[in-house]
């Protein structure tokens, strides 16, 4: 029983491709949140969703682009890969944005860009 | 930016209390310190979190000085299982939200 799930795990593309990573949670919970972890092992926020609504926005290009059809499901689409976008990608979620409730990861999604 | 140090490295053996210092300093009066462990190729997983007050689980306790400036994470017995890189979180707030930002962690290796 995965509590955040993220497909695919592993993806390798070419440059100029347009990919998506799905995130499913089946916690109830209403936040969820897209982190990116580089080659250096930096974990750092890009988005953060709260029942749908976008309420964390990092400095990330305007190439990625998420999005929430609901509450249990953040999805990532990338356009125009660049191989700077190789890293690890982690979906994560918690009960809400404001209460400090712990935040809950997903294994990760490897991008490759090749 | 990371709010926390934490050293680059540590070891312990097997049996024995893993203790994991960080730094805080400009911590604010309400932010909390939380520590995640990302065991290699997995996803991080949540450790503890406190505010001001010593905080005990069934994985680990966490002291926090008390001008908050630092904290230590100790894992009282530690296992090869433990060997992860344990990350030191300062929780950020914001207007609608509030955002955990990263260190570059602690690499702990547990020795047989």
């Known amino acids: 029983d995965t509590a955040v799930s993220q497909t695919p795990k592993y993806l390798v593309t070419q440059m100029g491709n347009d990919k998506s990573i799905k995130c499913e949670q089946n916690l109830g919970h209403d936040t969820m949140y897209w982190y990116k972890q580089d080659s250096k092992k930096f974990l750092k926020i890009m988005f953060s969703y709260n029942n749908k609504e976008l309420i964390i926005n990092e400095t990330v290009p305007n190439r990625f682009s998420p999005k929430s059809p609901d509450k249990a499901h953040l999805n990532l689409h990338i356009n125009s890969l660049e191989l700077g976008d190789s890293a690890v990608y982690f979906c994560?979620?918690?009960?809400?944005?404001?209460?400090?409730?712990?935040?809950?990861f997903g294994e990760g999604s490897w991008l490759t860009v090749v | 930016d990371a709010k926390t140090t934490q050293p680059p490295s540590m070891d312990c053996a097997e049996g024995r209390a893993a203790n994991l210092p960080c730094n805080h300093s400009?911590?604010?009066?309400?932010?909390?310190v939380y520590w995640y462990r990302q065991i290699h190729s997995q996803g991080p997983q949540y450790i503890i979190h406190g505010l001001k007050n010593n905080e005990t689980n069934e994985m680990a306790s966490l002291i926090i000085t008390e001008d908050r400036k630092s904290s230590t994470l100790i894992l009282p017995h530690a296992t090869l299982r433990d060997t992860a890189v344990y990350y030191c979180?300062?929780?950020?707030?914001?207007?609608?939200?509030?955002?955990?930002?990263f260190g570059s962690g602690t690499r702990l290796l547990v020795r047989p």
């Open positions: 994560a979620s918690s009960q809400s944005a404001i209460s400090g409730n712990t935040i809950y």
């Open positions: 979180i300062v929780r950020v707030s914001m207007d609608s939200s509030y955002k955990l930002i």
């Open positions: 400009t911590i604010s009066g309400n932010e909390y």
